[in-house]
């Protein structure tokens, strides 16, 4: 009936500045059409473009997973593929603060 957030959490590996490869799971708590509660979960493995610099914006592509558990639908697991794009901020070279929007097909 309406989207909700996605909280999870993802690590990341970047052999190049301007290349990577993450790995994210996260959690979406929302509300079937019925009212119900539903929950969506993901795993997405990633690749991920970026300009090397250190306000750098980014586009971001893999095959994953999602899977949902509702009382209203049952539970199901299926293949996805995720696309997406976003700005990351590098406070340093450990931390990062990161704006990103994801579309799961």
């Known amino acids: 009936a309406r989207a909700g957030a996605d909280l999870g959490a993802r690590i990341g590996y970047y052999p190049w500045s301007f ?3 993450e790995l994210e799971g996260g959690v ?3 509300r079937a059409a ?3 509660n539903a929950t969506l979960y993901t ?3 990633v690749a991920l473009l970026q300009l090397p610099y250190r306000l750098a914006p980014f586009v971001r592509g893999g095959f994953g997973m999602v899977g949902i558990s509702a009382a209203a639908l049952g539970k199901d697991i299926d293949p996805s593929f995720n696309i997406g794009g976003g ?3 590098y406070v340093n070279r450990l ?3 990161r704006l990103d929007i994801v579309d799961n097909v």
């Open 87 to 89: 700005l990351k901020f």
């Open 34 to 36: 019925d009212a119900s």
């Open 28 to 30: 979406i708590p929302m």
């Open 95 to 97: 931390l990062v603060l």
């Open 43 to 45: 795993f997405r493995p």
């Open 19 to 21: 290349l990577g490869v």
